[in-house]
């Protein structure tokens, strides 16, 4: 099989939330394989950082402090994608804030702003990579959704689940549009995985890790570096016939029964079954 077909030589990638975690592992990943980077995060210092790092692999790389649950903003980023570049070959839509509160306590102008954050301002984004790739004849978006996209986590995620949900339906109806005329469209959907916002929660709850870890089979939590190979292979040519899929990336979490038990907890676990004779 041809290296060639996770080369991302002559591309150009667009990636939110470049400045930590799961964006920088994924502009790291696409420049490692050829890409040049548009690097945004309203982090501007650390997607430059990011950029320094790209640079050093020989690639081009420009960041930006875009405000991506901006739509004005968003339109006055690929302005900036087509003066530097002149085209977009893949999206990596990631950045997105949630906000955590209890049903009966969130209020409407929270819920409003998680969904600009990570619906409205998703949706721009994809609308404007995907005139550009439209326009071309090729193109690959990747939206990152979470398990909760699919499921419940309580805790007070129901603002943060609601706007999932509606990203994965957003793939799925973006890649049934956009497909016949060459631009894909999946939805990677992550469980926990460790950044700060994460430690800190769990530095404030010495329970939360535990409680996370009996849901995960792998028995790990996700760290950043787990999304760079599925990133380039979503970019490239590899996964050219995959489009409205919908990736756990979750160390098994989806696949397991709420009543199933990990194997790295199942040790001394009798069998309900009867002895045979």
């Given at each position: ?150 499921t419940a986590l309580g805790r007070g ?71 760079m190979g599925l990133a380039v292979f ?19 979490n989806l696949a397991m029964n709420a ?19």
């Open positions: 099989m041809s290296s060639d077909l996770f080369s991302l030589v002559g591309r150009v990638a667009v990636v939110s939330g470049a400045a930590q975690g799961l964006g920088q592992a994924t502009a790291l990943a696409l420049a490692h394989h050829g890409a040049d980077l548009v690097l945004v995060d309203r982090n501007r210092s650390g997607a430059d950082a990011t950029g320094e790092r790209i640079r050093a692999l020989g690639r081009r790389a420009i960041a930006s402090g875009a405000d991506v649950s901006d739509p004005d903003a968003i339109d006055e980023l690929f302005r900036q994608v087509d003066a530097e570049f002149g085209r977009v070959d893949f999206l990596g839509n990631i950045a997105g804030d949630g906000h955590l509160a209890q049903p009966e306590d969130l209020a409407i102008e929270d819920l409003h702003r998680v969904f600009q954050n990570l619906v409205v301002g998703r949706f721009a984004m994809c609308q404007q990579a995907g005139r550009r790739m439209l326009a071309q004849g090729r193109g690959s978006i990747l939206n990152i959704g979470s398990v909760a996209s699919a995620h129901i603002a943060y689940s609601m706007a999932m949900g509606a990203v994965l339906q957003m793939t799925r109806e973006l890649s049934t549009e956009w497909s016949h005329r060459g631009v894909r469209v999946n939805c990677v959907t992550p469980a926990q995985v460790v950044n700060p916002g994460l430690t800190a929660r769990m530095q404030a709850d010495p329970s939360l890790e535990a409680r996370f870890l009996r849901g995960i089979p792998a028995g790990r939590l996700g760290q950043p570096g787990d999304i979503l970019a490239s040519d590899a996964s050219s016939w995959i489009t409205g899929a919908i990736i756990p990336l979750d160390g098994g009543g199933g038990t990990p194997g790295h907890e199942s040790r001394g676990v009798q069998s309900f079954l009867p002895e045979k004779k």
